[in-house]
């Protein structure tokens, strides 16, 4: 079992739609980071949180430490969303590396 | 990236061939890692260095080989001994420990 488990795996939706991925973790975190990673492969940092919330413009990150859970929101999705999301941890035990989930692929239709 | 250049974007081994992934930064972060990226699978760590002359193997190192004699340069040698190369190769920088990390766009190797 990975340590870090997204879902889903993959996520269609309309223009417009609200979107959400989840994350959830197996140990304690210092930190857990968001990216985004387009079709040519270059992965983008989107969050780093140890706690509560972030927002940046369409993006929201929340987590929770106590549910070991956190999740992606996008608000107004658009085609340009459309890519792959990586929710990665920094476990407490081991602070030199991220552990990565397997990536939710989102593709937003017009 | 702007501050992170991987090269090349596409890399072709022959069988017992070894090839040099090239990683060069200039934005002098101390911390540089190298992940591979196979399908349906999170990155894996394969090496990291958070200082000139000095790096550590992650999860997955064997069949690679690392250097950093410069800060700026993180080259990654994928070797004969590794016998499933094929995948995408990404490099990664951050300021340290606890840190957004930095991502290069990747060089995928295929083999011939």
């Known amino acids: 079992k990975n340590e870090v488990e997204q879902s889903p795996q993959n996520l269609t939706a309309q223009e417009g739609e609200f979107i959400t991925i989840n994350c959830s973790y197996s140990v304690g975190i210092s930190a857990l980071h968001w990216l985004q990673q387009h079709p040519g492969g270059g992965i983008v940092s989107l969050f780093m949180l140890s706690s509560g919330k972030k927002k940046h413009g369409r993006l929201i990150a929340t987590i929770n430490i106590q549910e070991k859970h956190s999740s992606l929101h996008i608000t107004a999705s658009h085609p340009r969303d459309s890519a792959v999301y990586i929710c990665?941890?920094?476990?407490?035990?081991?602070?030199?590396?991220?552990?990565f989930g397997t990536g939710t692929r989102l593709q937003v239709f017009p | 990236d702007g501050g992170i250049t991987q090269s090349p974007k596409y890399l072709f081994r022959k069988e017992g061939q070894n090839v040099t992934l090239s990683c060069e930064q200039n934005?002098?972060?101390?911390?540089m890692y190298w992940y591979r990226q196979d399908p349906g699978q999170g990155l894996r760590l394969i090496y990291y260095?958070?200082?000139?002359?000095?790096?550590q193997k992650g999860d997955i190192a064997e069949g690679y080989s690392v250097s950093r004699e410069k800060k700026e340069s993180f080259p990654l040698t994928v070797t004969s001994a590794q016998k499933n190369p094929t995948a995408f190769y990404l490099c990664?920088?951050?300021?340290?420990?606890?840190?957004?990390?930095?991502f290069g766009d990747g060089t995928r190797l295929s083999i011939l």
């Open positions: 990665a941890a920094v476990f407490r035990y081991n602070t030199d590396k991220l552990i």
């Open positions: 260095s958070q200082i000139v002359n000095d790096f």
């Open positions: 934005l002098n972060h101390d911390a």
């Open positions: 990664a920088i951050n300021r340290g420990r606890g840190q957004p990390q930095h």
